[in-house]
């Protein structure tokens, strides 16, 4: 983690700061933070840089545990929003979608075989704290996970503009999880025959499509929205 | 506008493409652009390097002619959908909100004095030829343009994660303008009080906040979605 608001993400996570690395300046500036700790290391300005992947991590780098999950640990928790982004490359994208998805109330993220590393620091940071948030599956294939998800009683929806479904007609109301694809060529055709049902987001103006974090946006709050309607039908 | 594209979304444009600066290798890899264009002019390599602001602009850059319109030009249209970015800094967010404010069929962008140049080059880019579907208006306080929407009959609504009312509960039939704040802090109190009403997108995990063009995505399409079945309801 880089920066103040990062490290006091992993502060506020259970699994705590295991180091801090600070400029003497920076610890002088956030006492809080150094307080909070396991263990703090003053560090020169040239070792700050050589350590930080940001150009200005504002003089505070922290290591913090965070691991992802087993998906079968995400099934046993009867999940009801799902969101599994295959084939993503740009990790900027990925932890955009973990806080948009941990936001909409997501149970889980799962980032299969040749999806981005949710690790990376890009990823890490994009989250803004969701990757502390929102558990998170790393590996396996994308079609053991949908059959994993569907035998738990998950209905599996896949995006793409050629959805036979558009978005304002699907059902959302019970237990979903949606299956995004590569920010520019989308879900390979093996992909989108694994899903229960293809969805597309109606386009009414001229764009020819979404990028990737708002069409998932889109989705993850209609499922939000539609999750909550039916709750509230069924009291 | 760079790479083929880029190209290709000025040339569908009525206003079409004036001038395309190519490289051999490139022009005839894309005839179709050539032909097109009112004037080409073969360049070298190292031409092309200087001229295009991408890396890799793959050996085309064309020049366009997009223009801004009066925001009184767009109220005469009786728009039912505006967007409204107000203090934007980042030209790829705004890009990206252009091209989602096209998805959900808005019927203009403005960008307020103090906002991002929508003809900077990251936000053509990113509007993905959105920037020619779309009309856009450039310049006039965020005071006056909510004044000049408000008299025109359209309801203006303010987003900030302290809202009055939650997006779910928000009236979203009637005409809509969307205001939208800086990427950091937000619309200033001055803005949030000249909006008929505050909407916050609802967090339903442990997220803080969503980013901006996130947020933007979900609202213009919960409006796009409200219009619809309110017009649904008067058949």
Known sequence: MEGPSGVREALADERGLVELFATPDAAERHPDLVAGARRVHLVTEDVMGALADTVSPQGLVGVAEVRDVPLGTV??????????LAHARDPGNAGTILRTADAAGADAVVFPDGSVDPYNPKCVRASAGSVFHVPFVEGGSVAETVAALRSSGVRVLATTAAGETSLDDADLAGPTAWLF????????????????????????????????ATAAAVCLYASARGQREAGGCRT
């Open 181 to 212: 694809g590569n920010e520019a060529w989308g879900l390979p055709g093996d992909d989108l025959a694994l899903a229960d049902q293809r969805v597309r987001v109606p386009l009414y103006g001229r764009a020819e499509s979404l990028n990737l």
């Open 75 to 84: 099934l046993a928790t009867r999940p009801r929003l799902v969101v599994v």
